[in-house]
């Protein structure tokens, strides 16, 4: 078995991602499961296409895309992605699309085939703030989260994807005069070997 876990880049002025630098942490194996690892940009359509040549090139069983979602408190399972891009700050190169819908043949939302409430129950039993969240939002993160389950439902293809999104580091955090909740790189990456270790499990 194999699964595709991507974390973005830095993006709005920050230098580091805790979701990418968890990512990197992961180990080559997790629960009997080859474990492929990648980064992703943070531009609109252009993170979806590098999803889909990682997703032709190894053939994963499942897909998991991560993503920094500051000021939640907790590592948050995302259950829906809905059918629109609206920038509330530019992508990385600038585009802020408003309003604007991610794919006109598409529904105008798809939900997770993760096993999303196992995952946060196998988070929580190991003693890490998990929630399920039913906003992805409407930026990069919702865009490829929505473009995953688009092909997934289009071409058939028998794999389970989704998303996940955690918190600031603590050094981010630092940085903002309202402290918002943090949680460590090595917590975030604890985290998601756990849910996948789920994901697998009910594969």
Same mark, same amino acid.
């Given at each position: ?49 590098? %999803? ?5 090139? =190894?053939?994963? &069983? *499942? ?9 939640? +408190? @907790? ?72 473009? %995953? ?5 289009? =071409?058939?293809? &028998? *794999? ?9 580091? +603590? @050094? ?32």
């Amino acid at each position: 078995m194999k699964v595709l876990i991507t974390g973005f880049s830095p993006f709005d002025g920050e230098t580091i991602n805790p979701a990418l630098e968890a990512v990197k942490l992961l180990p080559n194996s997790i629960a009997g499961a080859e474990i492929i690892t990648a980064e992703l940009p943070v531009v609109f359509r252009q993170e979806a296409q590098v %999803l889909i040549e990682l997703v032709e090139e =190894h053939n994963p &069983d *499942i897909v998991i895309c991560v993503g920094q979602a500051g000021g939640r +408190p @907790a590592i948050s399972v995302e259950r829906v992605a809905i059918n629109l891009q609206d920038a509330r700050i530019p992508d990385n190169e600038g585009n802020t699309p408003v309003d604007e819908p991610i794919k006109a043949d598409g529904k105008e939302a798809y939900f997770s085939s993760l096993p999303t409430r196992a995952m946060v129950q196998a988070l929580r039993e190991q003693g890490i703030p998990a929630a399920l969240s039913y906003s992805a939002g409407t930026y990069v993160c919702n865009d490829v989260m929505y473009h %995953l389950l688009y092909w997934i439902d289009k =071409h058939g293809w &028998d *794999i389970q994807g989704g998303f996940i999104h955690v918190p600031y580091c +603590p @050094a981010q955090a630092a940085n903002i005069p309202s402290s918002p909740p943090s949680m460590s790189i090595t917590v975030i990456a604890g985290a998601l070997e756990v849910a996948i270790g789920a994901a697998v499990k009910d594969r």
